[in-house]
């Protein structure tokens, strides 16, 4: 033993082990990447397409489009699945089921997680997670403005899941006025003008009771100084717009508004 | 195996050339898995996590912001052009709520982005923001 510690020394097999564990240790954490690091989805999640049987149950209880037997549309697309991932919830991708395409060929997917229900759509305009029971109550439901995936920046694109027996979708507007709310498969995604009276409620019946939810639709979305990425290359290109990062700007407390970072 | 003993200075050469690729892996792979996570406080209603005492935001190179709230409640990410004011991708929802492929583009240029976390509830909620590099893949 004493002259294979006295080879080692003289050969620095030490620390050529040494090395060896680093090169082990950088790769677990290459391919053990974090999906989400938050501090939220440290505590819970990590992406898997493993995701408890009970969990997914509970979710298809609520939504018959994750019940009904998976065709071959119903597949997700890898670039789909990385997105998910990002959000860094369990969802299980074998369970996905395309539940609409859009006039414009946006389709929506439906994927179980472990603790409800994910939506994306191809166009990757929306992404998000939702409880089982934000399902159930209504608040499953998201919104997105100022994306590149939008037409333009004067779009507001809502999107949602609604629970099986929700009958008469309809969404109403700041002044009051209704629209009927097309779902799919238990999901909807609708764009409107920012200009227009804003969504601001999403109302269906079960039961024969009315069910009213909040549309997470900013307020401000009007004036909101929105840019698409073709917009930023012409403001950079008159000089409008600082690349270099310094220091952060100072932030306004006024209202109800962003920091305007 | 055995090592050449006769040769010790030929052996050690891939031993260096091996320690230093393996630091650059792990290096790499912990230089991937950083997030920047901001905020992670109690924040009021209908107010950005960088308006609060104690509040932060993310200004850097990232592709992804990420805001959530573990009650799931409603949050919105909102993303800035660095230094701009200018929107380049919000999202609000029910959380967790992402930018998706908003921010990639961006990241691919050399663009640095303010990445932002708010309650936009009436009520007060803790709110966790992370902004991270994911990708650069720009579609």
């Known amino acids: ?261 | 195996m055995t090592f050449p003993h006769h040769s010790p200075a030929l052996w050690r050469v891939p031993v260096m050339v091996a320690s230093i690729v393996a630091l650059c892996v792990a290096l790499a792979s912990l230089g991937a898995a950083t997030a920047n996570a901001y905020c992670g406080i109690w924040v009021p209603g209908n107010t950005d996590c960088a308006n609060v005492a104690g509040g932060s935001w993310a200004d850097g190179y990232f592709d992804q912001n990420v805001a959530s709230d573990p009650n799931g409640w409603l949050v919105c990410q909102h993303t800035y052009l660095y230094g701009t004011g200018t929107t380049v991708s919000r999202h609000c929802g029910a959380t967790p709520e992402g930018a998706g492929w908003d921010l990639m583009c961006y990241y691919a240029e050399g663009r640095a982005s303010s990445g932002h976390a708010g309650n936009d509830n009436s009520f007060s909620q803790p709110i966790y923001g992370s902004a991270y590099i994911e990708t650069v893949h720009c579609v």
């Open chain 1, 1 to 261: 033993m004493s002259r294979l510690r006295s080879w080692l020394r003289n050969h620095n097999v030490s620390l050529a082990l040494f090395v060896l564990g680093v090169a082990l240790a950088g790769g677990v954490l290459t391919f053990a990447k974090p999906l989400a690091t938050s501090e939220a989805t440290r505590a819970s999640v990590r992406a898997s397409s493993a995701v408890s049987a009970g969990s997914v149950g509970r979710a298809s209880a609520l939504l018959e489009v994750l019940r009904r037997s998976a065709t071959g549309h119903d597949a997700l697309p890898p670039q789909l699945q990385s997105a998910l991932s990002r959000l860094g919830v369990e969802v299980d991708i074998t369970g996905a089921r395309r539940a609409l395409v859009t006039p414009q060929g946006n389709a929506v997917y439906l994927v179980p997680s472990n603790s409800g229900v994910c939506l994306i759509d191809s166009n990757n305009s929306e992404s998000g997670c939702f409880s089982t029971e934000a399902v159930r109550d209504g608040r499953a439901t998201q919104s997105d403005d100022c994306s590149p995936s939008l037409p333009d920046a004067n779009t507001i694109e809502i999107a949602g899941v609604l629970p099986d027996g929700a009958a008469d979708p309809t969404i109403i507007r700041a002044d009051g006025t209704r629209q009927a709310l097309k779902v799919d498969g238990n999901a909807y995604l609708a764009q409107f003008g920012s200009y227009a009276p804003l969504p601001t409620r999403i109302e269906w019946t079960s039961l024969g009771h009315a069910v009213t939810a909040s549309a997470p639709v900013p307020s401000d979305v009007v004036s909101e100084d929105c840019v698409t990425p073709a917009e930023v290359k012409a403001l950079e290109a008159s000089g409008k717009v600082p690349r270099a990062l310094g220091h952060p700007p100072a932030q306004p407390t006024v209202s109800t508004v962003y920091a305007k970072g």
